[in-house]
């Protein structure tokens, strides 16, 4: 069965700070991988999606995650924090095949420190 | 397009009575999926529809919950009779099978049962 794993439900960085969130996955097969962002009283926006092309996958806001096969991770990263950045995060995959269903993780809350 | 559009954005009710939330998908999408979020349990998938018709309901906590797809633009999940630990918010979202399954999601509903 597919799932994911986020590991730290909080994390706490300084402005201007590198931002890790990170994310393993598992599936028997190759996955669609996805980051959505929730801002407080908003609902969930796509940050960035792995579909099977670049490993390195860009997304809004300056973020950015790289899809690592072998280490079934998809860690979501930014070079600098910028206090906008204060949201909660969600790593999720898909099923594939025609159920378009995901699995999402628990969540990381991140808080961006002046 | 004006995306997932959900109503109403809050409401407050008493307990035992029927609550009603409505989701327009946006147009074109053929996948329709219902969730809710709580700080205790998270996201979680309650349904979803495909072209209207309901594919996998494992989610859906009680009897007391019911969700109805009777067009292809409406969509409506409703508890009745309400208790309070149905406070949640509930997001609507869609997706469309070939886009890799992204889904994109409403604002959510607020619901308070006092």
């Known amino acids: 069965a597919q799932s994911v794993t986020q590991l730290g439900s909080h994390v706490s960085v300084s402005e201007g700070a590198l931002v890790l969130l990170r994310c393993n996955y598992s599936?028997?097969?190759?996955?669609?991988l996805f980051w959505y962002v929730q801002y407080p009283n908003q609902g969930l926006q796509l940050l960035l999606k792995y579909t099977s092309a670049a490993t390195l996958v860009k997304g809004i806001n300056g973020f950015e995650a790289e899809f690592k096969k072998s280490e079934t991770s998809f860690h979501l990263t930014k070079p600098s924090a910028h206090m906008s950045d204060a949201a909660e995060y969600f790593c999720a995959v898909s099923y594939g095949g025609a159920t378009n269903k995901l699995i999402f993780g628990t969540g990381t809350l991140l808080a961006v420190q002046p | 397009d004006a995306g997932v559009i959900q109503s109403p954005r809050h409401e407050v009710t008493e307990m035992g009575q029927e609550v009603t939330l409505r989701c327009k998908p946006i147009s074109g999408h053929d996948y329709l999926f219902w969730y809710r979020q709580t700080m205790m349990r998270g996201l979680e998938l309650l349904i979803y529809?495909?072209?209207?018709?309901?594919?996998?309901d494992s989610g859906m906590p009680e009897d007391r919950f019911s969700a109805k797809m009777p067009n292809a633009s409406f969509s409506t999940l409703k508890i009745q009779p309400s208790e309070p630990r149905d406070s949640a918010v509930y997001f609507c979202?869609?997706?469309?099978?070939?886009?890799?399954?992204?889904?994109?999601f409403g604002p959510g509903t607020r619901l308070t049962v006092l």
């Open positions: 979202a869609s997706s469309h099978l070939g886009q890799n399954n992204e889904q994109f």
């Open positions: 529809f495909n072209n209207n018709v309901p594919i996998d």
């Open positions: 599936s028997s097969v190759p996955p669609y």
